[in-house]
């Protein structure tokens, strides 16, 4: 594949960075981007014209992707062919990376698929089952009421680990199973949402142990294998456990290939490899403007399912995996379209400024997708 030339810019436009490019191009800008990807095993290639995109619509999308401060890949796949991909800074077509917090929607189509061949009996299981060992040790009767479900949708009452100087400390030391006896709950399970990366650590825990697996091994046998998919490193915690919400290490590619397997009700090169309905399930919106803060114009609603969020930008709603420092899949249904972006993830940092780095690469997406006509 090619890659794309950082563009250069003034001074005044590197300032402005985070808030997203303030000008549009030129012409002369727009004619000199190249997206065409080459050829790419495993895909059909193809160009924007051919599915009806408007190639000016999709060169702008690139333009403003090389404004962009930390991004390291952008892939656009229409009708599961492959239109558009262009690579930045560190980024390559076999460059593995930390996607962040898009590991939590493969562990929860790893609780999907764990359920379709009966290690898990459904989502109404309540996740104590799972941890008999701390039966004796938990003082708080509302965790032994606790669902998988309410794990999956982050109402399980939980805590924002960041809203504290405590869970921020607790985030970064890295989490233990044992620790369900002593983080406190925020609410009642099931009465509200709060994100939780310790929710979707344990829903990778209960599958490893409901499956009797290590959760890198059952995702190679039931879900990377069949999308031929390879991964890099995946970070276990102080047990041994892999860490089911962060430090998934794939490529952009991998990233796009499962949001085509998403997009297609579960099916990948003829297979089902997750079950069609647990993709409806994983998309219905549990919680609605489920997010705290603004994230764009364009980037509205923030409804979450399963481990997924829904986004609504424009006329559209897409479905969005979504990690820290802007790691996406999003899945446009309605279009038959896998927008794939993957950044620097801005591992440890928070605050302002790295939010104001993730807001600019999120709503790139966001603002490209806006800009779509109707279906």
Not at 234 to 252: H, I, K, P
Not at 259 to 268: A, E, K, S, T, V
Request: net charge negative; glycine share 12%; proline share 6%.
């Amino acid at each position: 594949m090619r890659r794309l030339s950082r563009v250069l810019v003034s001074l005044a436009v590197v300032s402005g960075l985070v808030a997203g490019c303030s000008r549009g191009p030129t012409d002369a800008e727009l004619a000199a981007v190249d997206y065409a990807p080459g050829s790419v095993e495993g895909w059909t290639v193809s160009t924007p014209e051919a599915h009806g995109l408007d190639p000016d619509a999709v060169a702008e999308l690139y333009w403003r992707a090389g404004q962009l401060e930390t991004i390291n890949s952008l892939l656009v796949v229409k009708d599961g062919d492959l239109v558009a991909a262009g690579y930045f800074h560190d980024g390559s077509d076999t460059y593995q990376q930390n996607v962040q917090s898009v590991t939590k929607s493969v562990t929860g189509a790893l609780v999907g698929i764990a359920i379709d061949r009966g290690c898990i009996p459904g989502v109404d299981t309540p996740i104590m089952t799972y941890f008999p060992e701390l039966a004796d040790e938990i003082t708080d009767p509302r965790k032994d009421q606790i669902t998988i479900g309410q794990l999956l949708a982050m109402r399980a009452g939980l805590p924002w680990e960041e809203a504290s100087a405590e869970g921020v400390d607790w985030l970064y030391h890295g989490f233990r199973p044992s620790d369900l006896v002593d983080v406190p709950l925020v609410r009642d399970p099931g009465t509200g949402w709060d994100y939780s990366n310790y929710t979707s650590h344990l829903l990778g825990v209960i599958v490893a142990r409901a499956c009797e697996t290590d959760l890198r091994d059952f995702a190679a046998q039931h879900l990377f294998g069949p999308l031929g998919i390879t991964p890099g490193d995946w970070t276990t915690d102080w047990e041994g456990y892999r860490l089911g919400f962060t430090e998934l290490e794939v490529s952009a590619l991998d990233m796009a290939r499962l949001g085509q397997m998403f997009l297609d009700g579960g099916r990948y090169d003829g297979r089902q490899v997750v079950p069609e309905s647990w993709i409806a399930d994983s998309w219905q919106p549990y919680t609605e403007h489920a997010w705290y803060y603004k994230v764009g114009d364009n980037f509205d609603r923030t409804a979450y399912g399963y481990q997924w969020w829904t986004i609504d930008a424009g006329p559209h709603t897409y479905h969005l995996a979504w990690g820290h420092g802007g790691q996406q899949i999003a899945v446009l249904p309605e279009l038959g379209m896998v927008v794939v972006l993957t950044a620097d993830p801005l591992y440890g940092q928070m605050g302002d400024g790295p939010w104001g780095i993730e807001k600019a690469n999120l709503n790139t997406v966001a603002d490209f997708i806006a800009g779509l006509p109707p279906s």
